[in-house]
T-cell receptor, first 109, second 114 residues
Framework: GIQVEQSPPDLILQEGANSTLRCNFS?????LQWFHQNPWGQLINLFY???GTKQNGRLSATTVATERYSLLYISSSQTTDSGVYFC???????????FGRGTSLIVHP | DTEVTQTPKHLVMGMTNKKSLKCEQH?????MYWYKQKAKKPPELMFV???????INESVPSRFSPECPNSSLLNLHLHALQPEDSALYLC?????????????FGSGTRLTVV
């Protein structure tokens, strides 16, 4: 199956800082999504981005499918951005998503 | 309505108890999923229902029994669980079977087996 690696595993920021989270995957994918899991466990879908670039407020994402990676940018971070960010992909004939191990983000005030 | 609602939010049960988790969506989605998530790990798929039929069972022990009474409702019946089954149980739904745009998770049931 597809392997998904996320980096960094942990990230600590001061409020207002910018950050880039990376997701590498081992095979071609036809679907890639970024999720944010808040400290209470809720998984929120941030982006559906199998290719290209999207922006939503302070968040943006870019997927370069030919080079098998995706990046999530967080600008002007806020304490509410804390939580775990998961990248999940599907491809190779399977519709079952494979999740990366996540990046745990803590934003201090 | 763009939500997946799970109840209860928290559950503590003994190893001899029988309990059920409930998941409901009214987005017209025809695929529903149960995931299990241990602390500091990604979600792991347990079951997939597509058009109210069990499509995938990821080798889950029989003490977990899913049920899909209709297209909006998904249950997970629990019986004779072990302490290692303590986890966050997440329900998700999507328009059709597949990892499409609009894959929506509920807020989960935090289960503790004592």
């Amino acid at each position: 199956g597809i392997q998904v690696e996320q980096s960094p595993p942990d990230l600590i920021l001061q409020e207002g800082a910018n950050s880039t989270l990376r997701c590498n995957f081992s095979d071609s994918v036809n679907n890639l999504q970024w999720f944010h899991q808040n400290p209470w466990g809720q998984l929120i879908n941030l982006f559906y981005i199998p290719s290209g670039t999207k922006q939503n407020g302070r968040l943006s994402a870019t997927t370069v499918a030919t080079e098998r990676y995706s990046l999530l940018y967080i600008s002007s971070s806020q304490t509410t951005d804390s939580g775990v960010y998961f990248c999940a992909v599907a491809g190779g004939g399977s519709y079952i998503p494979t999740f990366g191990r996540g990046t745990s983000l803590i934003v201090h005030p | 309505d763009t939500e997946v609602t799970q109840t209860p939010k928290h559950l503590v049960m003994g190893m001899t108890n029988k309990k059920s988790l409930k998941c409901e969506q009214h987005m017209g989605h025809r695929a529903m999923y149960w995931y299990k998530q241990k602390a500091k790990k990604p979600p792991e798929l347990m079951f997939v229902y597509s058009y109210e039929k069990l499509s995938i069972n990821e080798s889950v022990p029989s003490r977990f029994s899913p049920e899909c009474p209709n297209s909006s409702l998904l249950n997970l019946h629990l019986h004779a669980l072990q302490p290692e089954d303590s986890a966050l149980y997440l329900c998700a739904s999507s328009q059709d079977r597949g990892f499409f745009r609009g894959y929506t998770f509920g807020s989960g049931t935090r289960l503790t087996v004592v």
